[in-house]
């Protein structure tokens, strides 16, 4: 039976009419494909079983995109394997960072985020303010605190908005982590970056053309350098005026990504200390713009947030 499906299938284009018009006439009845799902049974020549299913989101933060998995109470949380096995833009769903949702004592949940090689990262900005647009929608309110590895972050809706508070950055050399004590704004590295920590470690390039550098050439090789003991997040930036920096972002362990929050803080955090920016700036990334308010309390970011799809893994 598996086979009959899986050549209907091979031939389907486009909807779900088309799916059943062929099932009914090409193969068999589509109450039976319905049944086979129900069971958990075999479709398309794979088996799945109710036991191995994990219901997840699909959200996107200025197209920086994560898979949201909600793993409070007794939910289904995904091993290392299925968080690769997702990330693959290919084989999988495809994402930048999956956040993974937990129950927390102390706050409104705990959140962990995982990159596309699997490797954890302390902080994610634009998945915060996705999650925190999802359970602000749950628990019908428009403040919240979540926790992540560095702590509280509160969190609100500004209007169509999503603010997080990401904390105050860490320039403390082994604290970001850099392997030894250097000039954090002057890094001994091409281009003498600077040196940020917002829960995860950052490394901000002021060039002339954020457009112009070879991000894929140069991201890997900072990502990589020594200097920083557990890789690094690259942001290319130029400062178009007192109030707004142009970015782009090479991410440690996703690549290339359209958006990157918790860089967005370390560039306006760089930025305000060589005195090139207010405190208060727009930064452009290629998904759109973020705004960036460095007040006594932390790095204030606010964006917009966006559901895409919402679906089941099967493994
Ligand atoms: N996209 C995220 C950052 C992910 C950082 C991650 N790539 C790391 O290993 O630290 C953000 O919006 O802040």
Avoid at 52 to 59: A, G, I, S, W
Avoid at 98 to 126: H, Q
Avoid at 132 to 149: K, P, Y
Avoid at 272 to 291: C, F, M, N, P, S
Wanted: proline share 4%.
């Amino acid at each position: 039976m598996s086979v009959y499906l899986q050549r209907c299938m091979g031939g389907v284009k486009g909807s779900s009419t088309t799916y059943f018009k062929k099932m009914t006439f090409g193969c068999f009845a589509p109450w039976a494909a319905l049944e086979l799902h129900r069971n958990g049974a075999y479709i398309a020549g794979m088996n799945y079983s109710a036991q191995n299913t994990l219901p997840f989101l699909k959200m996107h933060g200025l197209g920086n995109d994560f898979v949201v998995i909600d793993g409070r109470g007794d939910r289904p949380v995904p091993d290392m394997d299925t968080v690769r096995a997702m990330g693959d833009r290919h084989m999988g769903v495809g994402f930048d960072q999956l956040a993974l949702i937990m129950d927390d004592a102390d706050s409104d949940a705990l959140i962990r985020f995982y990159n596309t090689d699997g490797s954890e990262s302390g902080a994610c900005g634009n998945a915060t303010r996705c999650v925190a647009d999802l359970l602000m929608r749950e628990l019908v309110r428009d403040t919240l605190v979540l926790r992540t590895e560095r702590g509280l972050l509160p969190c609100e809706r500004v209007g169509d908005l999503i603010r997080v508070n990401m904390g105050q950055p860490v320039e403390d050399w082994a604290a970001i982590p850099l392997s030894r004590d250097v000039d954090i704004d002057a890094l001994p590295l091409q281009g003498a970056p600077s040196a940020v920590g917002m829960g995860n470690p950052h490394c901000v390039v002021f060039v002339e053309d954020a457009d112009a550098v070879d991000a894929t050439r140069i991201g890997p090789e900072l990502e990589n350098d020594p200097l920083y003991p557990e890789r690094t997040n690259v942001e290319f930036i130029h400062v178009l005026d007192r109030r707004t920096i142009r970015q782009r972002t090479w991410e440690r362990g996703a690549g290339i990504t359209l958006a990157c929050g918790s860089g967005a803080c370390a560039v306006a955090v760089a930025s305000a200390r060589r005195g090139l920016t207010d405190r208060v700036v727009t930064i452009k990334l290629d998904g759109g713009e973020l705004h960036l308010d460095w007040r006594d309390d932390g790095v204030w970011m606010t964006g917009p947030v966006a559901y895409v799809f919402d679906a089941v893994w099967r493994g």
